[in-house]
């Protein structure tokens, strides 16, 4: 069983901060891609950035020189650092990881978090 679990969300107003981390915890023996999705209400789940687990990032064009995506492996561990924060950036955040659950099997599975509501308004 594997648990992925974000924190750090939380009311920002426009022009801030937040820092978002998300955990793997459970049977683990290899994690691949972590990424982070939004959803904003009536809208869509978005991939905001992904993180390779070699260290390769990508970002949505939206938040591309504001966020930041890093990983600590030694923790299974993915953040998120979001700067100069906008109001159309509120959204629940979702940490999203591929894990390779037991070294005596080749499978990858894909884990969701519960999610962490980012609001960003005055």
């Known amino acids: 069983q594997v648990q992925v679990v974000e924190s750090g969300g939380g009311l920002v107003q426009p022009g801030g901060s937040l820092r978002l981390s998300c955990a793997a915890s459970?049977?683990?023996?290899?994690?691949?891609?972590m990424n982070w999705y939004r959803q904003a209400p009536g809208k869509q789940r978005e991939l905001v950035a992904r993180?390779?687990?070699?260290?390769?990032?990508n970002y949505a064009d939206s938040v591309k020189g504001r966020f930041t995506i890093s990983r600590d492996n030694a923790k299974n561990t993915v953040y998120l650092q979001m700067n100069s924060l906008k109001p159309e950036d509120t959204a629940v955040y979702y940490c999203?990881?591929?894990?390779?659950?037991?070294?005596?099997?080749?499978?990858?599975?894909?884990?969701w978090g519960q999610g962490t509501q980012v609001t960003v308004s005055s």
């Open positions: 993180i390779a687990s070699g260290g390769g990032t």
């Open positions: 999203n990881a591929d894990v390779r659950p037991f070294a005596s099997q080749l499978g990858w599975y894909n884990y």
């Open positions: 459970g049977s683990i023996f290899r994690i691949g891609a």
